[in-house]
T-cell receptor, first 114, second 114 residues
Framework: ETGVTQSPTHLIKTRGQQVTLRCSSQ?????VSWYQQALGQGPQFIFQ???????GRGNFPPRFSGLQFPNYSSELNVNALELDDSALYLCASSRNGQGQETQYFGPGTRLLVL | AQSVTQLDSQVPVFEEAPVELRCNYS??????LFWYVQYPNQGLQLLLKYLSGSTLVKGINGFEAEFNKSQTSFHLRKPSVHISDTAEYFCAVSLNNAGNMLTFGGGTRLMVKP
């Protein structure tokens, strides 16, 4: 059973650019969540996808968007990057609809916006 | 809306001493409670969770936490810490027992000294 993986591990972009981060769910998991963790802070919930549909969203603007694919892997897209978007982006997967399943986190992608 | 407050940003402690990391939450509805640990340059790992039943919850690595509904607290304890426990600890709440769409506190850095 493989864990949650994310790519790339690190990324540097400039203000105004667009970025795509990728997440591969743990085998058998149908739900993916994305979190933003700014330096020295706790993670903040961005959105969640269940069976390819967004089914929950935190307080993030529309320039944060996502996709979930039929194999349950996921992408986080951020348009018009701002300096404050610099953070660790964490992906988490779980198997909802099957009872009290634990959510597993990936190691994250560290994004630096200059 | 829910919120989580971790009262101590840093907790220094000597090896083999006991430790308590404090967490208070606010919510107008019932929530489920979680503690996660984050080692340097890694993602989050679930330590323990309170879903229902006994208010004393035991987790991995010798940690335990006690849910106190009247105090809206969920403090994390360990009777004897090791150097390897040095990490960032996050308290979180969720509206569902799968622990999705988490609201995290700001984190407590536990620093275990020899």
């Amino acid at each position: 059973e493989t864990g949650v993986t994310q790519s790339p591990t690190h990324l540097i972009k400039t203000r105004g650019q667009q970025v795509t981060l990728r997440c591969s769910s743990q085998s058998g998991h149908n739900t993916v969540s994305w979190y933003q963790q700014a330096l020295g802070q706790g993670p903040q919930f961005i959105f969640q996808y269940y069976r390819e549909e967004e089914n929950g969203r935190g307080n993030f603007p529309p320039r944060f968007s996502g996709l979930q694919f039929p194999n349950y892997s996921s992408e986080l897209n951020v348009n018009a990057l701002e300096l404050d978007d610099s953070a660790l982006y964490l992906c988490a997967s779980s198997r909802n609809g099957q009872g009290q399943e634990t959510q597993y986190f990936g190691p994250g992608t560290r994004l630096l916006v200059l | 809306a829910q919120s989580v407050t971790q009262l101590d940003s840093q907790v220094p402690v000597f090896e083999e001493a006991p430790v308590e990391l404090r967490c208070n939450y606010s919510s107008s509805v019932s929530v489920y409670l979680f503690w996660y640990v984050q080692y340097p340059n890694q993602g989050l790992q679930l330590l323990l969770k309170y879903l229902s039943g006994s208010t004393l919850v035991k987790g991995i690595n010798g940690f335990e936490a006690e849910f106190n509904k009247s105090q809206t607290s969920f403090h994390l304890r360990k009777p004897s810490v090791h150097i390897s426990d040095t990490a960032e600890y996050f308290c979180a709440v969720s509206l569902n027992n799968a622990g999705n769409m988490l609201t995290f506190g700001g984190g407590t850095r536990l620093m275990v000294k020899p």
